[in-house]
């Protein structure tokens, strides 16, 4: 008891110099981490596990109880959550925003990046810069604003980060750990997505399931595994609301490809449009599956609001369809008659793709949360034709 009791004082002593170390040098930092050491080397008090909380590696070494409740102010299942969107510049960040402001009021839902934003953007709803690299920064967007619901899409895709590894090693693995102590320590709910890319070449691939054999050769899948483990960790460890999709290859009309593998099922809309001819990296053959951005991000709310007891794992694949650059061409053939293919094979991208799921199984998120996809591959067309102005062309050749 007695030394349980003195555990107990160098734990206060921990949280009061860890408050100190960045306003005053040498000395305090020196018996921060005296205390530190002492914690994490005594393992005689049998009840330090239910007493302390736990350590962390890390920029946030020290982390709260799950059951903990410091806040003025607890979000209930009845209140609109306050959302926070990392990485909310990308191809799916602004689309979601759009999407959730609708549902939970435009000034419940930040958008953040560490890019400048459009004047639109900017003018369509409250935007901040955050960096998750930053994590105080981080840490104190969250507090700040209230958050209790974050999205965090801050990542390199597949072939932007085959380019630069480190970069991306430090924004998909150490951005990530950031973001899971935060959101752990102030009890958020949180939204990884993962990725086809999530797989690799000894994967099953016709149709993948949603557990099997991963092994991803590309810094972007390896990193987005670590997420999928990682917050399955959190979760059982810690408590963390951690919610995770596998997203297929997402097709959007209102924004320019971001250096995926996948991307050129959206640059064939712009180019087909635009030029009447499109050039490919892929080959014709090459079967990947494919969603409509409008279905990811109503998967996405959707999981987000399924009821915790519905969900039976932390990561789920969702699909709708699976088409190769072939048929997609064919398909955009029934409406521009005069539209040209060609390809020219981009060797590092094709063989990610050829790593990569042919189709996937979404039975359990169809069996546990009721997901549907709206959008086949016509329909998907006729969209995307549509919204980059191809009837008005029409009408105008006429």
Not at 124 to 146: A, C, M
Request: charged fraction near 20%; aromatic fraction near 10%; hydrophobic fraction near 40%.
């Amino acid at each position: 008891m007695e030394e349980c009791t003195v555990m107990a004082g160098f734990t206060i002593l921990f949280v009061f110099f860890w408050g100190l170390e960045e306003n005053m040098p040498g000395v305090i930092r020196t018996l921060r981490q005296t205390v530190c050491h002492v914690l994490q080397r005594s393992t005689a008090c049998r009840c330090r596990k239910e007493a302390l909380p736990g350590l962390f590696p890390g920029p946030s070494p020290w982390q709260l109880p799950a059951d903990a409740n410091f806040h003025s102010a607890s979000f209930s299942e009845t209140d609109q959550p306050r959302v926070l969107i990392t990485g909310g510049l990308g191809q799916l960040g602004v689309g979601l925003a759009n999407f959730l402001r609708k549902r939970f009021g435009k000034d419940n839902v930040i958008l953040s990046d560490i890019r400048k934003p459009s004047d639109h953007i900017f003018r369509s709803g409250p935007f901040i810069y955050s960096d998750i690299l930053d994590y105080k920064n981080l840490r104190e967007t969250v507090v700040n604003h209230r958050i209790t619901w974050l999205f965090h899409y801050s990542a390199l895709l597949s072939a932007v980060g085959e380019t630069n590894v480190s970069l991306a090693r430090a924004v998909n693995i150490t951005g990530l750990h950031n973001i899971l102590d935060v959101a752990t320590e102030h009890n958020l709910r949180l939204f990884v997505p993962s990725t086809i890319g999530a797989f690799g070449p000894t994967s099953p691939r016709n149709p993948t399931p949603d557990i099997c054999t991963q092994r991803p050769r590309t810094i972007y899948g390896v990193s987005k595994v670590h997420a999928e483990l990682m917050g399955e960790y959190y979760y059982y460890r810690y408590g963390l609301d951690f919610r995770c999709l596998r997203y297929p290859g997402i097709i959007s009309a209102d924004s320019q490809p971001g250096g995926g593998t996948t991307d050129y099922a959206v640059q064939i809309f712009h180019d087909a449009v635009k030029n009447g001819k499109f050039e490919c990296n892929l080959k014709a053959s090459t079967r990947l599956p494919m969603m409509y951005i409008d279905d990811c991000i109503r998967a996405t709310l959707e999981v987000m609001e399924a009821p915790a007891e519905s969900l039976s794992m932390r990561t789920y694949n969702v699909n709708a369809m699976s088409f190769s650059p072939e048929e997609l061409a064919q398909e955009v053939l029934k409406h521009v008659p005069e539209f040209q293919i060609t390809y020219n094979v981009d060797s590092v991208r094709q063989a990610i793709a050829d790593s990569w799921p042919m189709n996937f199984d979404d039975s359990n998120a169809r069996k546990d949360w009721g997901w549907k996809h709206d959008f086949d591959l016509p329909e998907l067309v006729t969209t995307m034709l549509n919204f980059h102005g191809f009837d008005t062309r029409v009408a105008q050749a006429n």
